[in-house]
């Protein structure tokens, strides 16, 4: 009980320091001219305009997490679990108060709103540790079961096994109707030679990539934003993506051929030559420049080619077999479509695209840990250090938590740089709210059906917020 409450808590915290980041609530918060209640009220009157409704909805937000955080509080120390957690939400539940207060002041004197958001963060790092020790003291709190495959002890020098997951851990129930890793392998073509080139450029990925570099172009013109730039600058960035996982093929084609999700690339089977598939990756390289310079500029396309560089040696060859920090170092990868939008339309790398750039690098562990839980068997067997190979599933599960909260802090962080309005808040909030219902159903489930869908509620999540940038800044 104490864990979903404190879940409830983090999505409701991130909803209402979202939402105080939009000027909107801002300005509305003017039409209240007494406190706490508004105007002498204490229900919102629809008479006096939509506006009322938006500061009474906000202090009614602020209420409801105060009420969750309390009733968070009462239930942790009931059930006795965690000390830690207990300590740390009482501290935030001491914090909050004061937070408010702070709030206020701020808003009424129009003084810097710094310590304002310093404390929010603190709070929000707080609650959510208590999370992590929550699930961690339920996790303790269960029967050990000695038969399962994915909670048990790591397979690559591992050195955390965890022993009390249940064993459905190794497999996904067969009625669930989530798409399993095999799901992944793609449908057979009638264009083979075309569907090989086609996979060689990783376009499944593209779609995310080519949003973050759009939400970059809107943050920085707007509606204003001239379509054929934004046009030019995506193609540039699907072929810069495409010459990238080229060459992630090319070099990972001997481990690829011993991963079931990935034996039958293109190159593992050798059904596309290696000199083919490096000519194909150079040519796409060199039409992702000749694009980028065409519709943009020599920034972006700099910061093009320096992508393709990041991701096919800083990653692929040096992080990836190396260190289990691949994924976090390797997800600036995902940053730099946030700056080659932005550089497309301006010549230069702005601090709000650099803001976008965070969310993406802390969003990136959230996302693809899942994955390496789905298919830590494969990555075992190919030999890749990855995080739920070397230090198990438990600390894995456990990371995909810390990183949501990152995450959340890092999108709060951006919107108070950019304001992006109420429906950002909206949005975002609901796609938190489905995001830590799946990481929660992870924790408890542990199946690889489980990981697969905190996998996919990572992609809603940050589709979310860039759609939500997208369309707050063109409507
Ligand atoms: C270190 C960084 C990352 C790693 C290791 C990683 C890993 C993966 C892997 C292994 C897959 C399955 C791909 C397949 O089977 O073909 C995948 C899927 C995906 N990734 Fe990532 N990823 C990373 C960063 C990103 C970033 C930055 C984005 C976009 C902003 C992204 C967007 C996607 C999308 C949209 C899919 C789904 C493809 C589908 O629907 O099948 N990933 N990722
Ligand atoms: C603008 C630009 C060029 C951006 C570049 C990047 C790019 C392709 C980002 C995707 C991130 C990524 C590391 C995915 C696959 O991981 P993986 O290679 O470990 O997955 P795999 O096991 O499926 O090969």
Known sequence: ???????????????????????????????????????????????????????????????????????????????????????ALAVAAVL??????????????????????ALAAVIVFDVLAALVWLLDAERAAETPSPASALGGAPAVGGTQPDATSTPTDATPT?????????????????????????????????????LVALAAMVLARGASLDPVTAAGTLLGGVLAVGASGTFNHVLERGRDAEMARTADRPLATRSVPVRNAVAFGVALLVLSVATFVAFGNALAAALGVGAIAFYTVGYTVVLKPN???????????????????????????????????????????????????????????????????VRGP????????????L????????????????GFALATTAATGVFAVTVLRLHRERTDAAAMRSFHASNVFLATVLCAVVLGGVV
Do not use: Q
Not at 29 to 41: K, L, Q, V, Y
Not at 96 to 117: K, M, W
Not at 359 to 380: G, K, M, S
């Open 1 to 87: 009980m104490a864990t979903t409450l404190a879940a409830a808590t983090l999505v409701g915290l991130y909803g209402v320091v979202v939402a105080g980041t939009a000027d909107a609530v801002a300005n509305a918060e003017a039409t209240c001219t007494t406190w706490p209640t508004c105007t002498g009220r204490l229900l919102p009157s629809l008479h006096r305009g939509w506006r009322s409704l938006l500061a009474w909805s906000h202090r009614a937000a602020v209420l409801l997490v105060a009420v969750l955080l309390v009733a968070t509080t009462v239930a942790a120390l009931r059930e006795r679990r965690s000390f830690r957690a207990v300590a």
């Open 96 to 117: 909050y108060p004061g937070e408010v207060v702070v709030g206020r002041v701020v808003f009424r004197t129009g003084s810097d709103a710094t310590l304002h958001f």
């Open 174 to 210: 067969p009625t669930d109707a989530t798409p399993t890793p095999t799901d992944v392998t793609p449908a057979p073509s009638s264009f083979p030679r075309l569907r090989a080139y086609g996979s060689l450029m990783k376009l499944k990925l593209s779609w995310l990539l080519c």
């Open 323 to 389: 260190t289990t920090w691949n994924t976090f170092v390797g997800g600036a990868v995902g940053a730099f479509p946030a700056l080659i939008g932005w550089a497309a339309v301006t010549g230069d790398v702005g601090t709000p695209a650099l803001a976008l750039g965070a969310v993406v690098l802390c969003w990136t562990p959230a996302h693809f840990h899942n994955l390496a839980l789905a298919y830590r068997e494969d990555y075992a067997n190919a030999g890749y250090p990855m995080l739920s190979v």
């Open 394 to 405: 438990a600390v894995t599960r456990r990371r995909v938590v810390w990183f949501l909260g």
């Open 407 to 422: 995450t959340l802090l890092a999108t709060v962080a951006f919107a108070a740089l950019t304001h992006p309005g109420v």
